[in-house]
């Protein structure tokens, strides 16, 4: 049974940063891709950022140049480093892993709030 665990939320001042970890557990096959989402209070759940298996990157507009994904594919680990945080980033932040022939996994996610 695959597992994702995310650590690293909390509360954090605009302009601050904050620094997701997502690890996933079990027998891993199939990698295509994981991604961070993330789904404010009133929200549908939105992507945030995607790292493939080749080590491709992709980013909704509005966090582009302020956050950043690096993976590690081979322990199937994935973070997610926030820069320069606003008031409008606060969400709870889940964790995504994507396998070809599997349904998507999800973490248990981590509530981010910036606010001074």
């Known amino acids: 049974q695959v597992q994702l665990v995310e650590s690293g939320g909390g509360l954090v001042q605009p302009g601050g940063s904050l620094r997701l970890s997502c690890a996933a557990s079990?027998?891993?096959?199939?990698?295509?891709?994981m991604a961070w989402y993330r789904q404010a209070p009133g929200k549908e759940r939105e992507l945030v950022g995607t790292?493939?298996?080749?080590?491709?990157?992709l980013y909704v507009d509005s966090v582009k140049g302020r956050f950043a994904i690096s993976g590690d594919i081979a322990k199937t680990t994935v973070a997610l480093q926030m820069n320069s945080l606003k008031p409008e980033d606060t969400a709870v932040y889940y964790c995504?892993?994507?396998?070809?022939?599997?349904?998507?996994?999800w973490g248990q996610g981590t509530q981010v709030t910036v606010s001074s």
């Open positions: 995504n892993l994507q396998r070809s022939g599997f349904a998507p996994r």
């Open positions: 079990g027998i891993i096959t199939n990698f295509v891709a």
């Open positions: 790292v493939t298996r080749g080590g491709n990157t």
